[in-house]
C-alpha cells in the first residue's frame, strides 16, 4: 500500500489534548489495516494511545464479550466494534452513548442511507458506519465458462451446475457449495437471504409473530438440507464460519460460495489464493418467482455510555470513519464502506471495479429488523435453523412451528402492556 498523503497525517483537533489511554474493543486484525491506522492516529495525537481489548470473531461471541463488559459498568472501555443488529439494543439497554452532538445529520447525509437508518433508535444515532456488507455469489469462472454455463439465477440451477460441473472434474476434493452454516449470526444471515429469496420472512413484524412455519420458509430451509447441503456442499460447512468457508473457496475446493464483498480481495489475492483471477462475482440466486436477497451486514463503531473520555473517543471514532480513513482501509482490504463515495472514487474503482455492483447491492440489501430483542430472536432462529439443516431427517416443520412459539413470546415484550 502506498504511503498516506502528508494531508492525511494533520492533527484532527486544534486544542490541546491530555494524556490518555482510549480503550478499543475489537477482533484480531486479519487484513492487517488496524494498525497502520492506530500508528498514525497516535503519531499525530501523541498524548494519546490506543489500547485494543481483542475479543473473538464471531460476531455472537463478541456480542456476549460486550455485553459482559457492560453489565459490569467498565468505565475503561471507550470506543467498540458494534454489528448492524446491535444499536437498538445497545441503545435500549443504556450501554450506547448517543453520538447526536458528535454527528449531526449533516454529516450523516455523507454515508450510506441504510446504514444510518441501522443505526438509529428512539430518534437518536448511537453508532458511526464503518463496514457495509452485503450478501454475494463468488463462482468460478473458469470452470462456469469452461461448460459453458452463465452465473445461475435460481438456487435449483446452482444446484445443477454444481453437480455438473463436480462430475465432470472427477477431482476428489472439489465440492459445489461453500457457506457459513455455523450456529452463529452467519447462519441467520445465510438462511434469511434463502427465506426471502422463496418470498417468505423471519417474523412479522406488524403482528409481531413468528413467520418460520409459513411454506416459503419451509420450502427454503428444506431445500437447504436436502439440496445444498445434501448434494453439493460438504457437511464441514455446518461447522464454517466465514474464514472457513473462504478457504475452501481459495483452495479451489468448491465450485460456488456465498460470502460478504470483502471475500473478492481474499480470493483474487496470488499469495493466499489458489483460484486468484479465475474469480466471478454476481448477485444471490432466488427461488423461481422470487427475487434475489442480500442481508445487510456491516460494522459500526459506537462509544460506551460508562467511557470517561468520551470527547477523545469521539476523536478516533471520527479519525476511523472519515471519507479518507474509509477510503485507504477499501484500496488495502477490497471491503464495502459505509460511505458513498468510496465507491465512486476514480483509485478505488481502478483497484476494484466490482465496487460499482456492490453498490448497487449493498443500496438494494435487506437489513434485519431493528429491535431491542433481536439478540433473543437470533439465538431462537440459530437452534432452529442449524438444527433444521443438519439433521437429514429433521422434522422441519414441527421444529419451525416450536420456533416460532419461542419468538412469539420473546416479540410479546414488544406489545403495549394494555394489548398483551
Known sequence: MKPWPALLLLPLLVSPLHAADIRFVTWRDTQGYLEPLIADFEAH??????????????????????????????????????????????ASAGWALPLDRFFPREAQKKFLPATI??????????GV????????????????????????????????????????EKHAGLTG????????????CNMMEYILSNNGDLWDETRLSGALRFPAAQEAARFVRD??????????????QEPESLALFSEGRAVFHRNWPYAWA?????????IAGQVGMTTLPAFPGGSSAAALGGWQLGISRYSRRPELAWHFVEFMTRAETQRRIALQTGRGMAREAVYRDPEVLEKYPQFRMQLAVSMRAVPRP???????????????????????????????RHADREMDRVLDLLRPRAAR
Open 45 to 90: 495525537n501523541p498524548d494519546l494511545k490506543i489500547v485494543r481489548d481483542v475479543g473473538p470473531h464471531s460476531s455472537t461471541e463478541f456480542h456476549d464479550l460486550l455485553a459482559q463488559k457492560f453489565r459490569n459498568r467498565d468505565r475503561e472501555m471507550d470506543v467498540f466494534f458494534m454489528d448492524v443488529i446491535w444499536p437498538a439494543e445497545f
Open 117 to 126: 437508518r441501522a443505526n438509529t433508535y428512539a430518534g437518536a444515532i448511537y
Open 129 to 168: 458506519p464503518l463496514f457495509v456488507d452485503a450478501g454475494l455469489l463468488y463462482y468460478r469462472k473458469d470452470l462456469l465458462q469452461k461448460y459453458k454455463l452463465s452465473p445461475p439465477r435460481t438456487w435449483p440451477e446452482l444446484v445443477e451446475q454444481a453437480k455438473t460441473i463436480v462430475a465432470g
Open 177 to 188: 457449495f461453500s457457506g457459513q452454516f455455523k450456529q452463529y449470526e452467519g447462519l441467520v
Open 227 to 240: 439440496r445444498i447441503i445434501g448434494e453439493i456442499a460438504h457437511r464441514g460447512v455446518l461447522a464454517y
Open 266 to 274: 481474499e480470493a483474487n489475492d496470488a499469495h493466499k489464493s489458489k
Open 370 to 400: 431493528t429491535t431491542p430483542v433481536y439478540v433473543p430472536l437470533s439465538n431462537i432462529m440459530q437452534r432452529y435453523f442449524s438444527t433444521a439443516i443438519s439433521a437429514r431427517d429433521s422434522d422441519i416443520d414441527r421444529l419451525a
